[in-house]
């Protein structure tokens, strides 16, 4: 392989201004490199590492996880296309600062409004409880938390006055490993994920007698697709949402079906059904801790990929009541009655969770009334002999999907955040 040494670079800053860099490449080739296709020549890699907006912003922020799918509806069914490789983050941040720093603050609003800058994802820092030191090449931190990138920046943050941006060149899980010495010395720094976005509504200010608050909506550029697994139970190749969501404000439920309403003011009103199916909407909140579990949240909603891709939703109600005990190799179960009619139940299916924590998902392939119970058949065989007092919960399972192409997040404490993930039922 040859080698490449640079041998002049030019960067041209402007206020208002994309930095523009130009670069010559002194390709030095030793003669038995100079074979018929043997010479590759590749664009360098450059890595701009933006000014970055440097005042820790109060809380609540808002986070925004946004996707684009295309819905092809039909009676029957839809299909759903996802339109982005992947999906784009925006931050809403707000400070309050001193007269001293809202000068430093409207300053860089003023050169900056319209320019990528360089944003840091506080929710996602680690505050140290050592010292940085300017020859530090590298900094031991959990990465496995957050959204740390090779070739991506990094801010060792100590105040809005002093900071320092360096780029990653490598990553353990224990470690960052920057391509040079910080250059400066930090007590007990904050080390942040540094990412490059747009202000894309400009700097808002609001001042009044004491304060000065400066707020601004990033749009992230630098989006990728996070991949990793959320580590859910898996049901017909689908996840099972395993917790609870928890209740921090009114769920507000919906079943609608969509129809056409015929009136000509006059006359009989006529109802034309658009769909073969009722459309169950509801909205999801989840309190996630700071770090893994938040973490965890944020890949598990990459991997839905928008309106794409569907997951099964328990009710985490008690729907059915067992009425006797599951023989091991049977295929039925006696519930108490819930419907008159018995024919719908088939095609739901259920979660049976038990006391020491074991859980099984069948399809209810059709019922048959016994005086006061129902006699469920089920797929297949639990495989194990279930009492009544065995079972923790008995519940119905809906098929659904993000109703929405955007999820927001809302970290509104220093140590947890609530995630709204607004979904509907939907038939494939």
């Keep these: 392989m040859a080698t490449v040494n640079v041998t002049s670079a030019d960067l041209t800053l ?57 819905i092809l509806s039909a009676r029957t069914g839809e299909q759903r296309i996802a339109l982005r490789k992947a999906p784009r983050q925006f931050f809403s941040y707000a400070v309050r600062t001193t007269p001293a ?23 996602e820092g680690i505050s140290l409880a050592g010292d ?14 957050g959204d740390w990138r090779v070739d991506g920046g990094v801010l060792i943050w100590e105040s809005p006055e002093r900071y320092a941006r360096c780029r990653i060149s490598a990553i353990a899980d224990d470690m960052l490993t920057l391509l040079g010495p910080v250059g400066g010395d930090f007590i007990r720094p904050t080390i942040l994920p540094l990412r490059s976005a747009l202000p894309y509504e400009g700097f808002q200010v609001l001042r009044d007698t004491t304060y000065q608050d400066i707020s601004a909506k990033f749009q992230v550029i630098d989006n990728i697709w996070l991949d990793e697994d959320a580590g859910y139970d898996q049901y017909e190749d689908l996840d099972v949402i395993s917790e609870t969501p928890k209740l921090v404000s009114d769920i507000a439920e919906s079943i609608v079906r969509a129809a056409e309403y015929v009136d000509n003011g006059f006359g009989p009103i006529v109802v034309e059904t658009v769909r ?38 328990p009710s985490f109600n008690a729907d059915l009541s067992l009425q006797a005990t599951i023989g091991a190799a049977a295929t039925t179960i006696t519930v108490a009655s819930i419907s008159p009619d018995v024919d719908s139940y ?44 065995d079972v923790a919960l008995f519940c119905f399972m809906s098929k659904v999907r993000l109703s929405a192409d955007s999820v927001e997040i809302r970290h509104e404490f220093d140590d947890a955040s609530i995630v709204s993930i607004p979904v509907i039922e939907t038939p494939a």
């Design 101 to 123: 720093r809202f000068s430093r603050a409207k300053d860089y609003a003023r050169r900056r409004a319209g320019t990528p800058v360089g944003v840091p994802v506080w929710i």
């Design 346 to 389: 088939a095609g739901q299916h259920v979660m049976i969770l038990l006391t020491n924590g074991t859980k099984f998902y069948r399809e209810i392939l059709g019922a048959a009334p016994a005086g006061f119970n129902d006699v469920l058949t089920i797929s297949s065989a639990l495989g194990q002999s279930v009492a009544a007092a």
């Design 14 to 70: 402007a206020a208002h201004i994309v930095p523009a860099v130009k670069t010559a490449l002194d390709y030095l080739l030793h003669p038995a490199d100079l074979v018929m296709d043997e010479i590759e020549f590749t664009d360098p890699n450059y890595v701009i590492l933006r000014e970055p907006w440097p005042f820790r912003p109060l809380l609540p922020v808002t986070e925004t996880i946004e996707t684009l799918t295309d």
């Design 276 to 313: 073969d199916y009722v459309d169950f909407g509801q909205t999801l909140s989840f309190h996630e801790w700071r770090g893994a579990a938040l973490w965890r949240r944020r890949c598990w909603i990459h991997s839905l990929n928008g309106k794409q891709k569907p997951f099964w939703l």
């Design 132 to 145: 940085v030191g300017a020859a530090d090449t590298t900094i031991a931190i959990d990465t496995t938390r």
